[in-house]
């Protein structure tokens, strides 16, 4: 199979589709992969090591596009890169389409088969190919609350962790999940007082036995979210509804109720943010302000650590890549049921059903292609 890799054009997106490790991999089995020349410059991967792993390099993005039978990418595709897809494409990346309603009309205008990392499941549960970036996002939502905090941030001028004399910053999490655990546990790390919410008595209880206490475990209703709005320094969001897009948590009227200075950091933003006042913004204009609260609503946080970032995400993608390059989409996907659960729209049909609820669009189960 021809696999192309072009280099992320999203706002301050660093990260690569696939490391020269996995390159060679590709290639080893008789594949051909084209990386765009500079793709790998941002994870520190140089173009010498793609043609050492036996990879070509292509300085023409315009002929990568193509050429290429299976992209991989990141990012959802932006406008120009949508305008390249053909009906012979494979598309692999994150696409998070419930929130974005004009790019899923491009991908079903192209004809384009589109597989999303963040909707493939697995037999025990969870998402991988969500979870490493998860993992990455929660821990950077605490690194990134704290900094948002400091005065010269707009923030309260709060240190999360206090001083001898001085209490901690109070943290409240809405989320238990890959994210949340990953935000709660960095928060306790460096000192704060730290509550979760879940609507999970299970997931709490999880919570509550592996940290010994040390966080608080709350139930997640409006009068809970309302109480952690008021009580805290910072708030993280970090809830998901796997494909779908993100409930509204804490409303603008909320906000009137939050400290002067205090911090949103919207994890589900890629999802459509679980903050009324929550819009995207960018590594280059992280955050801004509503009614004296802070949001920081980076939709590609992960991409700021970008090395640490791609080579997590392409553990976790390469054996999904090795299928559709041996097997093409069709089987590959007919032979494992928790990888169809990716295929979200192919040949103009919309095969995810969250995403055709979210747009009133015809859905179409994946099961009835893959005969």
């Given at each position: 199979?021809?696999?192309?890799?072009?280099?992320?054009?999203?706002?301050?997106e660093?990260?690569?589709?696939?490391?020269?490790?996995?390159?060679?991999?590709?290639?080893?089995?008789?594949?051909?992969?084209?990386?765009?020349?500079?793709?790998?410059?941002?994870?520190?991967?140089?173009?010498?090591a793609y043609?050492?792993?036996?990879?070509?390099?292509?300085?023409?993005?315009?002929?990568?596009?193509?050429?290429?039978?299976?992209?991989?990418k990141?990012?959802?595709?932006?406008?120009?890169?949508?305008?390249?897809?053909?009906?012979?494409?494979?598309?692999?990346?994150?696409l998070?389409?419930?929130?974005?309603?004009k790019?899923?009309?491009?991908?079903i205008?192209?004809?384009?088969?589109?597989i999303?990392?963040?909707?493939?499941?697995?037999?025990?549960g969870?998402?991988?190919?969500?979870?490493?970036?998860?993992?990455?996002a929660?821990?950077?939502?605490?690194?990134?609350?704290?900094?948002?905090?400091?005065?010269?941030?707009?923030?309260?001028?709060?240190?999360?962790?206090?001083?001898?004399?001085?209490?901690?910053?109070?943290?409240?999490?809405i989320?238990?999940?890959?994210?949340?655990?990953?935000?709660?546990?960095?928060?306790?790390?460096?000192?704060?007082?730290?509550?979760?919410?879940?609507?999970?008595?299970?997931?709490?209880?999880?919570?509550?036995?592996?940290?010994?206490?040390?966080?608080?475990?709350?139930?997640?209703?409006?009068?809970?979210?309302?109480?952690?709005?008021?009580?805290?320094?910072?708030v993280?969001?970090?809830?998901?509804?796997?494909?779908?897009?993100?409930?509204?948590?804490?409303?603008?009227?909320?906000?009137?109720?939050?400290?002067?200075?205090?911090?949103?950091?919207?994890?589900?933003?890629?999802?459509?943010?679980c903050?009324?006042?929550?819009?995207?913004?960018?590594?280059?204009e992280p955050?801004?302000?509503v009614?004296?609260?802070?949001?920081?609503?980076?939709?590609?946080?992960?991409?700021?650590?970008?090395?640490?970032?791609?080579?997590?995400l392409?553990?976790?993608?390469?054996?999904?890549?090795v299928?559709?390059a041996?097997?093409?989409?069709?089987?590959?996907?007919?032979?494992?049921?928790?990888?169809?659960?990716?295929?979200?729209?192919?040949?103009?049909?919309?095969?995810?059903?969250?995403?055709?609820?979210?747009?009133?669009?015809?859905?179409?189960?994946?099961?009835?292609?893959?005969?």
């Amino acid at each position: 199979m021809h696999i192309g890799v072009p280099r992320e054009i999203k706002n301050h997106e660093y990260r690569v589709a696939l490391t020269p490790s996995g390159a060679r991999e590709l290639v080893e089995r008789g594949h051909t992969v084209v990386v765009e020349q500079g793709a790998g410059d941002g994870a520190g991967f140089a173009d010498s090591a793609y043609k050492a792993a036996g990879a070509a390099i292509e300085p023409d993005v315009a002929v990568l596009w193509e050429n290429a039978e299976l992209i991989l990418k990141v990012k959802e595709p932006q406008a120009e890169e949508v305008a390249r897809l053909k009906p012979e494409h494979t598309l692999f990346t994150y696409l998070h389409l419930a929130a974005e309603q004009k790019l899923t009309q491009g991908l079903i205008d192209s004809g384009a088969t589109c597989i999303a990392y963040e909707t493939i499941t697995a037999a025990q549960g969870g998402l991988p190919l969500l979870a490493p970036m998860s993992t990455v996002a929660g821990r950077m939502a605490v690194q990134a609350g704290a900094h948002s905090l400091e005065k010269a941030q707009g923030g309260a001028g709060v240190l999360l962790p206090g001083v001898p004399g001085v209490a901690p910053a109070r943290v409240t999490v809405i989320g238990g999940g890959v994210v949340g655990e990953n935000a709660a546990r960095m928060a306790l790390g460096l000192g704060a007082e730290v509550t979760v919410l879940d609507r999970s008595i299970p997931r709490l209880e999880t919570l509550d036995d592996r940290y010994q206490g040390r966080m608080k475990t709350v139930f997640s209703t409006a009068d809970a979210v309302e109480e952690a709005a008021r009580e805290s320094d910072l708030v993280i969001g970090a809830v998901l509804v796997p494909g779908a897009a993100a409930p509204k948590l804490i409303t603008r009227e909320m906000l009137s109720l939050m400290k002067p200075g205090a911090v949103l950091v919207d994890v589900a933003i890629d999802q459509g943010g679980c903050f009324e006042t929550s819009r995207p913004t960018t590594h280059a204009e992280p955050t801004y302000v509503v009614d004296g609260v802070v949001h920081y609503c980076v939709a590609n946080m992960p991409g700021a650590v970008a090395r640490t970032s791609t080579q997590a995400l392409t553990n976790a993608t390469q054996p999904f890549v090795v299928a559709l390059a041996n097997k093409g989409w069709r089987q590959a996907l007919k032979d494992d049921t928790h990888f169809a659960a990716g295929l979200n729209v192919h040949a103009g049909l919309v095969t995810y059903a969250a995403v055709a609820d979210a747009f009133g669009l015809a859905y179409r189960p994946t099961a009835t292609l893959l005969d």
